[in-house]
């Protein structure tokens, strides 16, 4: 079994570098005839392609989709954020320690109204990675999410959340700088708002790091996305000593955009484009912006107060099963 996205795609890659040749070929032939056979060729290439991708994508297992998740090329939060909002401007640091570049956050514009944005941002090269910590937030990044969370309360701005990160910082630093606490205020910073918040999850949804900024009205999640308490490496390597069992978690975890919607969990899951998100960003910041507009105005419909009492109620059922 594939234990990486280029791995798993790698046939794919190859079909379309291999369209990709053939076009450039093209393009120099001068030979008529000649010129005729390789665009046919190219042609049957593209056919055999779309039913290839058309089959890989419509069998995605629980382990396919993390990997799809975790696509290099998949739109990130700052993809998300220039595609759909205007006049975002990024405000940075917590007023205490410093800042934490995993966490990108500021007011901006949606559809000309004023809305606060906070979103987890991954790289997608090793400085870029280095830079974000690989979207796995620190006590620092959770802070910086309380200011704009209650700036956003200040000036009655909705709050939407882009969610997109393995977990939280698991390091010694970012422990003793209280992680855990400040994922627990930012939580109870999001509880205590009374305008209205939208989640949506993008890529990976991991642990109490997507949680931390996702306690909202409305969770919403891209197809291919994945929500868990623990990735399935991590719930591997508890369970049975043995992270190659990742594949096994992820069966169990339950932590396909499916599945959580199927258990409550999320309101909606955002279809994707054909072949996935990262084949066509701007289709798919084009059906989140539709999505976040949608339920974002639905909640508006609520008073204050029972905006912030519906979010309550909204997360004390959860878990909750009847069974004989």
Same mark, same amino acid.
């Given at each position: 079994?594939a234990k $990486?996205w280029k791995e798993w ?5 190859e079909l379309?570098e291999?369209i990709?040749k053939l076009?450039? /070929?093209?393009a120099?032939?001068?030979d008529v005839?000649?010129? %005729?056979?390789?665009?046919? #060729?190219a042609?049957?290439?593209r056919?055999? =392609?779309h039913k290839?991708i058309? !089959?890989?994508?419509s *069998? =995605?297992?629980?382990?396919e989709k993390v990997?799809v998740a975790r @696509?290099?090329t #998949?739109p990130?939060?700052l993809d998300i954020i220039n %595609?759909?909002?205007d ?5 940075d ?9 995993? &966490? !990108?956050?500021?007011p @901006?514009? /949606?559809?000309?109204r ?5 979103g987890?941002q991954?790289g ?10 690989f979207?796995m937030?620190?006590p620092?990044?959770?802070?910086? @999410?309380?200011?704009m969370f209650?700036?956003?309360?200040r ?6 959340t ?9 390091? &010694?630093e970012?422990?003793s *700088?209280?992680? $855990?606490?400040?994922i627990?205020a930012s939580? =109870?910073?999001?509880f205590s708002?009374?305008v209205p918040?939208v989640s949506?999850?993008?890529?990976e949804g991991?642990s ?5 900024i996702?306690?909202?009205n *409305?969770?919403?999640?891209l197809?291919? $996305?994945v929500y868990?308490?623990?990735?399935p490496?991590?719930?591997a %390597?508890?369970?049975w000593r ?5 594949p096994q978690a %992820?069966?169990a975890?339950k ?5 959580a919607?199927e =258990? ?5 899951v955002i279809?994707e484009p054909?072949g996935g998100?990262h084949?066509?960003?701007?289709e ?9 507009? #949608?339920?974002l105005a639905?909640v @508006?419909?609520s008073?204050?107060?029972a905006?912030k009492?519906?979010r309550y109620? *909204? ?7 009847s069974?004989?």
């Amino acid at each position: 079994m594939a234990k $990486s996205w280029k791995e798993w795609e790698k046939p794919i890659l190859e079909l379309e570098e291999g369209i990709d040749k053939l076009e450039q /070929l093209i393009a120099v032939e001068r030979d008529v005839e000649k010129k %005729a056979s390789l665009a046919l #060729r190219a042609q049957e290439y593209r056919e055999k =392609l779309h039913k290839f991708i058309d !089959v890989r994508y419509s *069998r =995605l297992g629980p382990w396919e989709k993390v990997l799809v998740a975790r @696509a290099e090329t #998949r739109p990130y939060t700052l993809d998300i954020i220039n %595609a759909v909002f205007d006049e975002f401007v990024e405000l940075d640091g917590d007023r205490r320690i410093g800042t934490d570049h995993a &966490v !990108v956050a500021g007011p @901006a514009s /949606l559809e000309g109204r004023p809305v606060m944005v906070v979103g987890q941002q991954k790289g997608r090269n090793i400085q870029e990675r280095g830079y974000r910590n690989f979207a796995m937030a620190k006590p620092e990044g959770y802070r910086k @999410a309380i200011r704009m969370f209650e700036m956003a309360e200040r000036f009655r701005m909705p709050v939407v959340t882009i969610v997109d990160t393995p977990a939280a910082d698991p390091g &010694v630093e970012s422990e003793s *700088r209280g992680i $855990s606490e400040a994922i627990a205020a930012s939580m =109870l910073s999001m509880f205590s708002l009374t305008v209205p918040i939208v989640s949506v999850i993008i890529g990976e949804g991991g642990s109490g790091g997507a949680i931390g900024i996702a306690a909202a009205n *409305r969770v919403l999640m891209l197809e291919h $996305s994945v929500y868990s308490v623990i990735p399935p490496e991590g719930c591997a %390597a508890i369970l049975w000593r043995d992270p190659a069992k990742g594949p096994q978690a %992820a069966a169990a975890l339950k932590l396909t955009a499916q599945s959580a919607h199927e =258990l409550g969990l999320v309101e909606e899951v955002i279809p994707e484009p054909f072949g996935g998100a990262h084949r066509d960003p701007g289709e798919t910041a084009d059906r989140i912006k539709e999505a976040m507009l #949608r339920h974002l105005a639905e909640v @508006a419909m609520s008073s204050p107060e029972a905006i912030k009492q519906a979010r309550y109620d *909204r997360f004390r059922i959860l878990g909750r099963f009847s069974g004989q």
